[in-house]
């Protein structure tokens, strides 16, 4: 059964400090990856996606990683800030189908406190 | 400003009234989406569209129906709300590139069914 777990469910940090969140997915075949940021009350916004041959990727303080062997990905938060409260929801994509089917996860709910 | 638009944001009804959700993009996206999103829960696809005159059920059964008569406009109906249908409902269009689908949301309907 194709599935996207994410961990942890939710964190509580200080501002200024940094975070790991983990997308674990059993999406085959594959076709890419990408992380959401979910502020409360709107809708998601992409962050970033990874392809099959990509390892890392920055968009300023936020850094995915992808292993494909492992099915398992990270997206890293440096230097938090408040504005990084939100959720962030893992969105995997296959190759079944000419719209390539996604498949959620149910997000990891970031606090960042003062 | 290319954007996309829901209306209401907030919706308080009793049961068994009709109402039509409504999604709007000036994104010129053939592609469109209805998600229901429960708190803590991942997005379930409701409804779907390749384009004008194309609507497809998705993964969640709903007792809800689209239509698309227009390339930028897909509202969501329900017949007679009952108090089951209170959730959020996210409306999407996406953009296909190379990379696949990448999705752009709205801000979401939060309906409650007293």
């Known amino acids: 059964k194709n599935q996207v777990e994410q961990s942890p469910q939710s964190l509580i940090i200080l501002e200024g400090k940094n975070c790991t969140l983990q997308?674990?997915?059993?999406?085959?075949?594959?076709?890419?990856l990408r992380w959401y940021k979910q502020d409360t009350g709107r809708g998601p916004v992409s962050l970033t996606i990874m392809t099959f041959s990509e390892n890392t990727k920055s968009n300023g303080r936020y850094t995915a990683t992808l292993d494909a062997d492992t099915k398992q990905s990270s997206l890293h938060i440096t230097a938090s800030q408040l504005s990084d409260s939100a959720s962030y929801i893992c969105?995997?994509?296959?190759?079944?189908?000419?719209?390539?089917?996604?498949?959620f996860g149910r997000g990891t709910q970031l606090t960042v406190w003062p | 400003e290319a954007d996309i638009y829901q209306t209401p944001r907030y919706l308080v009804i009793g049961t068994g009234k009709k109402i039509t959700l409504e999604c709007s993009q000036t994104?010129?996206?053939?592609?469109m989406y209805w998600y229901q999103q429960d708190p803590g829960m991942e997005l379930h696809l409701i409804h779907y569209?390749?384009?004008?005159?194309?609507?497809e059920k998705g993964d969640l059964s709903s007792e809800s129906t689209v239509s698309r008569i227009r390339t930028e406009h897909f509202p969501l109906t329900l017949e007679s709300a009952r108090p089951s249908h209170t959730s959020q409902y996210l409306c999407?269009?996406?953009?296909?590139?190379?990379?696949?689908?990448?999705?752009?949301f709205g801000s979401g309907t939060q309906l409650s069914v007293l």
């Open positions: 994104m010129g996206h053939d592609k």
């Open positions: 969105v995997v994509s296959d190759r079944g189908s000419t719209l390539g089917r996604l498949y």
């Open positions: 997308c674990n997915y059993t999406v085959s075949p594959f076709s890419n």
């Open positions: 569209s390749y384009g004008v005159n194309s609507t």
């Open positions: 999407a269009s996406s953009e296909s590139g190379v990379l696949g689908e990448k999705l752009f």
